[in-house]
C-alpha cells in the first residue's frame, strides 16, 4: 500500500509541476512512469511532412531510447476542432522492433474536427507500446492560422 501511495503522490506532483520523475526509493526491477507535457505550434497547409513533437526527445533524458515504454497520450486539439470535417488529421506513432530492424507503426488517425468537436477539443489515444512515439498534425487550408497544440503523455518504462 505504500508504494502505491508514492505513485500516487508522483502523479499528482508530476500534474501540478509537469516533472518528469521516479519516486525516491524504487526498487530497479519495477517499471518507472514519466510523465510528459509538452506543446507545439502548427501551420495551416504544412504539406506531406506536416508538424509534430518527438515525445521521447521532449523527455530529455527521462526516457532512453533502447527500452520497451507503455505510453498513454491526450492531446487538446484547441482549434482545429472547429474546422470543417476532413481538412486537418492527427496521427500518433510508435517504433516497433523486428530484429534489428525498426519500423514506425501508426496507432491512431483521427480527424479533429469528429474526433473532439467543440466545446471539448480533445483526444486521448489508448495505452499502446513501443520504442519511440511520436505525434504529427497534418492540416489543409482551414483558415485557422497557427494552432497550437498540447499535449500529457504517461508513460511506462521497463526495468
Request: one cysteine or more.
Amino acid at each position: 500500500m505504500r508504494r502505491i501511495g508514492s505513485f500516487v503522490a508522483l502523479f499528482l506532483t508530476s500534474l501540478t509541476f509537469g516533472c518528469a520523475c521516479s519516486p525516491t526509493g524504487s526498487p530497479t526491477n519495477e517499471a518507472r512512469l514519466v510523465i510528459v507535457k509538452g506543446s507545439f505550434d502548427t501551420t495551416a497547409n504544412n504539406g506531406p511532412g506536416g508538424d509534430g513533437i518527438n515525445i521521447d526527445a521532449e523527455a530529455r533524458a527521462a526516457l532512453p531510447f533502447d527500452k520497451i515504454k507503455r505510453y498513454t497520450v491526450t492531446l487538446q486539439t484547441a482549434l482545429l476542432s472547429t474546422a470543417q470535417p476532413g481538412v486537418d488529421r492527427i496521427e500518433v506513432y510508435v517504433g516497433v522492433l523486428a530484429g534489428t530492424n525498426s519500423f514506425d507503426v501508426r496507432v491512431i488517425r483521427q480527424d479533429p474536427a469528429t474526433a473532439s468537436p467543440f466545446p471539448h477539443p480533445g483526444i486521448t489515444v489508448l495505452p499502446y507500446t513501443g520504442t519511440n512515439s511520436y505525434i504529427k498534425v497534418f492540416r489543409g487550408v482551414d483558415g485557422l492560422g497557427p494552432v497550437e497544440i498540447r499535449f500529457n503523455a504517461y508513460v511506462e518504462v521497463e526495468p
